[in-house]
């Protein structure tokens, strides 16, 4: 005789328990430099079924992200791959003051695609044994500044003709990974995992080479009562994001 009511008494509940989730849950538009990407994607989900906010995540060269932000670009949070960026955009008021910190410390290795092109000295950079090296745009991409320092600090003054450009990390790897490169400059995060290489050869570039590739976060100004923005960047200071970071290789 009650079935009907109980019912819809359990319906009624349902829908609003539903409802409740959504408001709960939100998403939070963030904008990762290149070299995090694979890191950041592990992160993302995590953090969606730890909390129920969900990531939306754009990959670019924090120079990039710089312009865009100052256009307006509906991001909320930046991880970018260096500490001036951050510390820039909250100097002119587009950033929250005091909400910057260090989720990673990045490191620069010279690879190739080839097993066995790059040894321990990295002879074949030094020697010029190649037909082209690739390395970021060092205007927008701050691993693409640490390969320039590396570069000079070496004394090796390589012909325009020979370097390939990528407008990011990510588009640097392409170079390489499809042979139009023989070797470049990436992020270790880009061929390591669990404490190997995944594939090629490579050097890793010592970090008295180049200035210290520090990568913050920051919460953007239009983001400072967003609840899923907040809750992301408390999320990357937790145990189970600091692992993830330091299995690609990063320092934190």
Known sequence: MHLPF???????????MLNAFQVYAAGVNV????????????????????????????????????????????FD?????????????????????DSAFT??????????????????QATALKTASFAHLALANPKLAPYGRAAAETLAALKLDVPPNK??????????????????????????????????????????????????IKQDAVLLDKAHHNAAAIALLTYLKSPAARAVIQSFGYGI
Request: charged share 15%; no cysteine.
């Open 103 to 120: 989720y990673a410390t990045g490191k620069l290795v010279l690879w190739s695609a080839k097993p066995g092109f790059i040894d321990a």
């Open 31 to 74: 904008a990762v430099a290149s070299n995090f990407a694979a890191p950041m994607q592990i992160i993302a989900a995590d953090f969606e079924r730890a909390t129920g906010h969900k990531a939306l995540l754009s990959l670019g060269a924090t120079g990039k992200f710089y312009a865009q932000i100052k256009n307006g670009a509906p």
């Open 163 to 212: 370097i390939v450009t990528g407008e990011n990390i990510a588009q640097t790897f392409q170079f390489i990974a499809s042979g139009n490169a023989e070797l470049g400059f990436v992020a270790l995060s880009q061929v390591w995992k669990d404490g190997k290489l995944t594939s090629g050869s490579s050097w890793m570039v010592p970090a008295t080479l180049h200035a210290p």
């Open 77 to 97: 949070v930046l991880l970018a791959a260096d500490d001036e960026t951050p510390t820039k955009l909250i100097a002119e008021k587009s950033a929250v003051a």
């Open 6 to 16: 109980r019912s819809g008494f359990i319906a009624i509940l349902a829908a609003l």
